[in-house]
């Protein structure tokens, strides 16, 4: 079946910076678009990033763009997400996601394979 482990979610200071990890573990996801996705306490879980298999397409949430990078080594088969100048509203749970398509999606529900979530929490 394969699955996908976050890693990297911590506390950190407002301002500082944080790389989230996302690694396929059982089965390679080299050839979807992946994405990561993020779920503050009593709050949907909403897009952040997303990029395609060849990393060429990148797609950014408003909230993320000039802060967050996306990018993925598939030599490694992992997909990163630098978090760059985190805000305290920028504190959830950080989930990576792969989405079977070429194309690539901000929608929670056309994704089709989930990690279990890393917890950020950006402190003021």
């Known amino acids: 079946q394969g699955q996908l482990v976050e890693s990297g979610g911590g506390l950190v200071q407002a301002g500082g910076s944080l790389r989230l990890s996302c690694a396929a573990s059982g089965r390679t996801f080299s050839t979807y678009a992946m994405g990561w996705l993020r779920q503050a306490t009593g709050k949907e879980r909403e897009f952040v990033a997303a990029i395609s298999w060849s990393g060429g397409s990148i797609d950014y949430a408003d909230s993320a763009k000039g802060r967050f990078t996306i990018s993925r080594d598939h030599a490694k088969d992992t997909v990163y997400l630098q978090m760059n100048s985190p805000k305290p509203e920028d504190t959830a749970v950080y989930y990576c996601?792969?989405?079977?398509?070429?194309?690539?999606?901000?929608?929670?529900?056309?994704?089709?394979?989930w990690g279990q979530g890393t917890q950020v929490t950006v402190s003021s």
């Open positions: 996601a792969a989405h079977r398509s070429f194309q690539l999606s901000r929608n929670a529900y056309e994704y089709d394979d």
